[in-house]
């Protein structure tokens, strides 16, 4: 099955700056990575994905990357405000998988 | 749009007694639901796959006559805790697929379960 590694397990940001998290999975059939934010004693969040057909998306200060040659990929944020620290999980699932299998997280903090 | 709920948001019960958790999809008919634990710092496992109109397809380990789920409409999947006991406390989350081949997950805000 699909194994997903995520590093690093804690950041901190000084805000304004960017931060780059980034997951590694093993199996070369996965074609979707989508990236979950988390708040304390919420549900994740979707904020971004991106499918194997593309290398790059972005979305405002978010943006993902994913090289399907390493089998990474990696969530950027740009100009970090407070209101972005959370935890966030990186996922990946094959084609014709409902299931996502998840990372182990980063617990993002941005420092006013 | 693609709004899920969960209620309760927090539940207490004693041990030996069974809770129901509701999941719903408020915005969109969820063909598929997915059931979560997740243990304090940690991240989510999988507990089962809920379909409308069918049986629940469970993780390996999971119990499925300790977790039970029914999917019985587009909108609606309920997680009942049966006989619960203190090891079953965590924080239970559902998730739902907005249709068929559809790739995106959409979280509901989680039930915090407290068996005392």
């Known amino acids: 099955g699909e194994n997903v590694e995520q590093h690093p397990s804690t950041l901190s940001v000084q805000e304004g700056d960017s931060a780059v998290i980034k997951c590694t999975y093993s199996d070369s059939a996965s074609n979707y990575f989508p990236w979950y934010k988390q708040e304390l004693g919420k549900g994740p969040q979707l904020i971004i994905d991106?499918?194997?057909?593309?290398g790059e998306k972005k979305d405002q200060r978010i943006a993902v990357t994913l090289n399907k040659t390493a089998k990474h990929f990696s969530l950027h944020i740009t100009e970090t405000q407070p209101e972005d620290s959370a935890v966030y999980f990186c996922?990946?699932?094959?084609?014709?998988?409902?299931?996502?299998?998840f990372g182990t997280g980063t617990r993002l903090t941005i420092i006013p | 749009g693609a709004v899920v709920s969960q209620h309760p948001s927090r539940v207490i019960c004693k041990s030996g007694t069974s809770v129901k958790i509701e999941c719903r999809s408020l915005d969109f008919q969820a063909t598929t639901m997915f059931w979560y634990r997740q243990f304090p710092k940690q991240s989510l496992m999988l507990m089962a796959t809920s379909n409308e109109g069918s049986k629940a397809t469970y993780e390996q380990g999971v119990e499925k006559d300790k977790f039970l789920i029914n999917h019985a409409s587009l909108t609606l999947s309920t997680l009942t805790v049966t006989s619960a006991h203190p090891e079953d406390s965590s924080f239970y989350i559902c998730?739902?697929?907005?249709?068929?081949?559809?790739?995106?997950?959409?979280f509901g805000p989680g039930t915090r379960l407290t068996v005392t």
């Open positions: 996922a990946a699932t094959p084609f014709g998988n409902e299931k996502l299998t």
């Open positions: 991106i499918r194997s057909n593309v």
């Open positions: 998730s739902a697929r907005t249709g068929q081949g559809a790739r995106e997950q959409y």
